[in-house]
């Protein structure tokens, strides 16, 4: 007794079959009605997608004793033959286990003859990028002058390496792998005419493990049945192909983001005692962090997640935890360390490293915000503000900051005007209650003095662009006087008077003189060293990186102090 696997039985007959692709199904259907098919196709896409079967579909349309016809009858010899792989002027010729140019002489000297019963002669030649370069010369001149009634579809998973002269004579159709959703509605179908009951929990598990391919799920599907029988069972299935249950998965995450070192370890402990996969584990959540990068982006609707709707709920709470940027950093982790577990002697190890660096990539902060001193999250992080809270570096009333250590917490002296650093040890519960961050205009009227007034400019305006508040770099002085504030350059200034004189740029340096100084005022860029009473002559390079609120921010979080050590520049022409 033979038994037909499910990928071949449910291999589609029809155009309304073929799930996906309706780009090439509409392209191909217009081309048969309209009497306009091409001599020779590229039917290129991953493994499993359809395009044997679209390949097949076509030989049939164009060959049905009917026809032609978008819909072929099946009935006919030409049609069931096809579908059986038996026809005699449909050949099929796998170019991976005939690569040579024999093989295409043989071709060559065939295709002269006429069909011996259908209309056309059709050539399926699946993975012809495996030719050799003679077989592809040889196939070149059949492509160059084709015999009448005669059709070539090359399939390949790796259309890239057929030579160009071959892609030019060929129309190319790209098969793109499947949707998640897609090859859910396909595996539902084909269970309900095997009469299969299955929860759909077994079959996410089964289209998520299929990665795009449906003649992988159907592959799979078949090894679930052979084991579960007519009902499928949701557990059994998913160690069977060995998907991670999400409250396994949502667990780790959550230790993660407890910052639970020991948690995560030995959760990990668990999985190798109970003989897991590990690489299995691991692409499991990096496609978890994937989901909930696409759960935060685009929110937990998005057609573009990989879950079946129970999970998506979990997703979109686990979702809440991260910011967008964390989210990014751990997928970027997750990568890395499924490629190096490939090749580890010991994968173990390199999982455990990679989730201990997502257990410390919660605790970074990005550099733009230690760069200004200003550790206040973003309310385009939403949620993971709540998470930020106790850790992040925030200002406090007295211009200190708690900085991102979780215990015992550190506190330093923030970048902004104030006494030298002091380092106080303090414990995690205060430092929660002390983390409430006045907003940037509390802590201006504090500055006094015409430089810390101009930094505290130049550091508002290096907060929205740090390009922008490099502009004030080359000034040569300012005055501000009765709600006016003029800002002087030189002549090797001009380039950034020049762009601040732009209204878009000067918006944005009025913004930032009014948060500092508290009042509405106008704005003057004037190119003159000369007028202004407080001009001043140009500055040194000692002097300007004195006064750049980046460098200062970096002394002060890094508790340098300044050493009068020669001028490089001068020294080293001297
Ligand atoms: N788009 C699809 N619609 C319906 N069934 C499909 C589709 N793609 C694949 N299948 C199922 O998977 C089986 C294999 O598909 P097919 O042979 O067409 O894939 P392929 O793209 O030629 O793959 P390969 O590159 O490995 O040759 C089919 O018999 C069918 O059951
Ligand atoms: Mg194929
Ligand atoms: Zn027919």
Redesign the pocket.
């Known amino acids: 007794m033979s038994y037909q696997v499910?990928?071949?039985k449910?291999?589609?007959q029809t155009f309304d079959?073929?799930?996906?692709?309706q780009l090439v199904s509409e392209t191909l259907k217009n081309a048969i009605s309209g009497n306009r098919v091409a001599h020779s196709y590229i039917f290129s896409?991953?493994?499993?997608?359809?395009?044997?079967?679209?390949a097949r579909l076509l030989a049939k349309c164009l060959n049905c004793l009917q026809g032609p016809s978008i819909k072929p009858c099946g009935q006919c010899p030409a049609c069931l033959e096809i579908a059986a792989g038996q026809c005699v002027d449909v050949l099929e010729i796998d170019a991976a286990s005939n690569r040579g140019i024999d093989e295409i002489r043989g071709l060559r000297e065939n295709v002269r003859y006429l069909p011996s019963r259908d209309r056309n002669k059709v050539f399926i030649i699946?993975?012809v990028h495996m030719l050799t370069n003679e077989a592809f010369n040889a196939l070149l001149k059949t492509l160059e002058e084709p015999p009448e009634r005669s059709l070539f579809i090359l399939?390949t998973?790796e259309a890239h390496k057929l030579p160009a002269t071959i892609q030019s004579r060929c129309q190319h159709f790209v098969?793109r792998l499947?949707d998640y959703s897609e090859i859910l509605g396909?595996l539902k179908q084909i269970c309900l005419l095997e009469n299969v009951e299955a929860p759909e929990g077994a079959l996410s598990a089964v289209a998520q493990a299929a990665d795009g391919?449906?003649?992988d799920a159907?592959s799979l599907l078949d090894e679930v049945i052979a084991a579960c029988g007519n009902r499928l069972d949701e557990v059994k299935t998913r160690q069977l192909i060995g998907v991670v249950p999400m409250e396994y998965l949502g667990g780790m995450l959550e230790a993660v983001h407890a910052g639970d070192a020991r948690s995560v370890l030995e959760r990990i402990g668990q999985l190798c005692a109970e003989g897991s996969d590990l690489s299995a584990f691991c692409a499991e959540l990096t496609r978890t962090i994937r989901n909930l990068m696409i759960a935060r982006s685009c929110g937990a609707q998005s057609p573009l997640l990989q879950v079946s709707g129970a999970d998506r709920s979990t997703l979109e709470k686990l979702a809440a935890l991260y910011s967008e940027e964390e989210l990014s950093r751990f997928f970027q982790i997750m990568l890395r360390a499924q490629n190096e577990m490939r090749y580890s002697l010991q994968p173990r190890f390199n999982f455990e490293l990679a989730l201990m660096k997502l257990v410390h990539a919660g605790k970074l902060l990005p550099i733009e915000r230690l760069l200004s001193g200003v550790g206040k999250p973003t309310p385009s992080e939403g949620g993971a503000a709540g998470r930020r809270a106790p850790e992040a570096a925030r200002f406090t009333a007295g211009g200190t900051t708690v900085s991102p250590a979780r215990s015992p917490s550190v506190k330093i002296v923030d970048p902004s005007p104030g006494p030298r650093p002091e380092i106080v040890e303090r414990a995690p519960e205060q430092a929660t209650e002390s983390a409430v961050a006045p907003r940037a205009e509390e802590v201006a009227p504090a500055i006094a003095g015409d430089d810390q007034r101009l930094a505290a400019i130049k550091a508002t305006l290096f907060e929205q662009s740090k390009f922008l508040g490099s502009c004030l770099n080359p000034l040569t002085g300012w005055r501000c006087e009765a709600g006016q504030v003029q800002f002087f350059f030189s002549k090797q200034g001009a380039w950034a008077a020049e762009l601040l004189q732009s209204r878009e740029h000067k918006e944005k340096l009025k913004a930032a003189c009014e948060k500092v100084l508290g009042q509405q005022v106008k704005i003057y860029v004037t190119l003159s060293p000369e007028s202004g009473k407080e001009t001043r002559a140009p500055l040194s390079s000692r002097q300007r990186a004195e006064r750049d609120p980046v460098v200062e921010t970096f002394r002060k979080r890094f508790d340098c102090v300044w050493e009068n050590v020669q001028d490089v520049s001068r020294g080293n022409r001297q």
């Open positions: 499910i990928a071949r449910y291999r589609p079959e073929v799930v996906g692709q896409g991953a493994r499993g997608v359809g395009k044997t079967s679209m699946d993975e399939a998973t098969f499947l396909r391919s449906l003649r159907l």
